[in-house]
């Protein structure tokens, strides 16, 4: 070698050595991987003129995925390795290796590589854990100089440190986002007030704001109906797939039965090939996706779909975080219907289905408050069931428990879904009806007292009516419902089966 050539060289090094320097400056204590593997891959295309590409390993599969191409801007995408890949030997043995595709059988896995005249493969790791694969790779068929070799092997040690940084953060962005979440779902939960949509909300929005995935739906379990329903859906949901989501599963999407039966995220990574959800890849424009379902304990409640506008894996974090958040959610809304099951019955009457005397006192002050502010008209209707004791006496209290269930289903058929009916004691019912004026009110109960002869018995069922209107007759509310009640036994003593109203 003349002093010319060594001269070069030398120059060569120098900067190779300037950019190392660069490249340590610009990405030093970054946690932006993305960031890391551009100016990575600038480096190598400054320095020695070939492209790079870096796969890093998943660990839950043990594949690689595909994260930078300087030379194919394809999205991300996964290859598995065989067992004779030369990528398994350059991370086992941790040594570099120089391939000449063209020239020899290669054992390049990533196949678009192999039309290339030189491909050369360094193991990336740190702290002594495996991470992936550092591709350089270039048109001729050529070998590098040893300072270039060493800037390579400088530059996957650097790549190694930055990528164990990037799950570093991540693990604890993870752990800050899941307390967060937690925090944040426990403060809803505990909020008398919330809803199960505002829980649904919390657990949308969180999901939303922390990975970028391009749309995320919630859907809960009908279980009279066997299907999902939509609750939450964020991006374009066509209204066919919707109505698809049934069990037993249909052929076109499948992925919501698998996740109910073992009770485990489903991911798909190629969704236009994966015969689980090709209809679904076809409606939604799926590339890949998770099917996250929402259990508590064994019993299926719902499913978060989440998807991804690219061909790529779903981290182990990723497939934790969203695991975490279907748990919480799945003991929210269990611990829902729960209360809302203890709640109906504390205000349900258990012969009748209607609502109990105390829940219609809470009903009766809020809405002759509310009466009171806006000046609008509040109507009470008191029914009584003419010669109740007879008909238990004559026919058996078993018939009388039927008279009071037919009464009770047919008062709830002539109402509004706005009015409040309930059994007041005994066989004495009432409703109440907001925003009903006295003429409005007379007709109802003509109607209802009309109803009482249809029912299906041998014998005659009737009933004396009373009609009290605020604030016609009455502004106090004690006294209101007492002049409904006059009302009621003036019809009663007057011959029943008629209808009177406040005096």
């Not at 975080?321 to 748990?327: C, D, E, G, N, P």
Request: aromatic residues 8%; charged residues 25%; hydrophobic residues 40%.
């Amino acid at each position: 070698m003349n002093d010319k050539t060594k001269y070069a060289y030398a120059e060569e090094h120098i900067e190779l050595l300037r950019l190392l320097n660069q490249v340590n400056a610009e990405i030093a204590g970054t946690t932006e991987l993305e960031r890391a593997l551009t100016v990575i891959g600038d480096a190598i295309r400054s320095g020695i003129g070939a492209g790079t590409c870096v796969s890093l390993l998943e660990e839950e599969e043990k594949n690689l995925q595909v994260w930078l191409n300087t030379d194919h801007k394809e999205s991300r995408y996964c290859y598995v390795l065989p067992d004779h890949a030369v990528e398994r030997q350059v991370m086992e043995t941790g040594r570099p290796q120089t391939l000449y595709p063209r020239r020899e059988l290669s054992g390049v896995t990533l196949l678009p590589l192999l039309e290339y005249g030189a491909i050369w493969m360094y193991p990336v790791s740190c702290m002594g854990e495996t991470l992936g694969v550092l591709y350089v790779f270039h048109k001729q068929e050529c070998d590098l100089p040893e300072h270039s070799k060493e800037f390579l092997t400088c530059l996957a040690v650097r790549l190694g440190i930055a990528v164990y940084n990037w799950k570093q953060q991540e693990e604890i962005l993870y752990q800050r986002r899941k307390l967060q979440f937690l925090y944040t779902m426990m403060a809803v939960a505990a909020d008398a007030e919330a809803t199960i949509e505002d829980e649904l909300e919390v657990v949308h929005s969180q999901i939303s704001s922390t990975f970028g995935f391009s749309r995320v739906i919630i859907g809960l379990l009908d279980e009279k109906e066997h299907r999902i329903r939509i609750a939450r859906a964020s991006g374009f949901v066509p209204e066919e797939w919707a109505r698809e989501l049934v069990l037993p599963a249909r052929p076109g999407d499948t992925r919501h039965e698998e996740a109910f039966r073992t009770g485990l995220p489903v991911v798909v990574q190629d969704a236009k090939h994966d015969v689980r959800c090709l209809g679904a890849a076809q409606q939604l424009g799926l590339y890949s996706a998770a099917a996250v379902p929402v259990m508590y304990k064994e019993q299926a409640l719902g499913i978060i779909y989440v998807d991804s506008g690219d061909y790529r894996r779903f981290s182990e974090l990723t497939l934790q975080f969203l695991t975490s958040i279907a748990r919480q959610l799945g003991t929210v809304l269990m611990n829902a219907r729960q209360y809302d099951h203890i709640r109906r019955l504390a205000i349900t009457d258990g012969l009748t289905g209607l609502h109990t005397r105390q829940y219609f006192s809470e009903r009766y002050q809020e809405e002759f408050a509310a009466a009171e502010r806006s000046g609008d008209p509040l109507s009470l209707i008191m029914i009584d069931i003419d010669d109740f004791k007879k008909i238990n006496d004559t026919n058996g209290h078993l018939v009388g428990d039927r008279v009071l269930v037919h009464v009770s289903h047919m008062l709830q058929t002539q109402v509004r879904l706005s009015d409040t009916v309930a059994r007041y004691g005994g066989e004495e019912l009432i409703v109440l009806l907001p925003r009903t004026t006295l003429e409005q009110t007379c007709m109802i109960a003509e109607r209802i007292r009309c109803a009482f002869m249809e029912l299906p018995f041998p014998f005659s069922v009737t009933a004396s009516i009373g009609i009290a209107v605020y604030p016609e007759h009455g502004i106090e509310k004690d006294t209101l419902l007492m002049k409904a009640d006059d009302a009621m036994y003036r019809a009663k003593h007057e011959g029943k089966n008629q209808i009177r109203i406040a005096r």
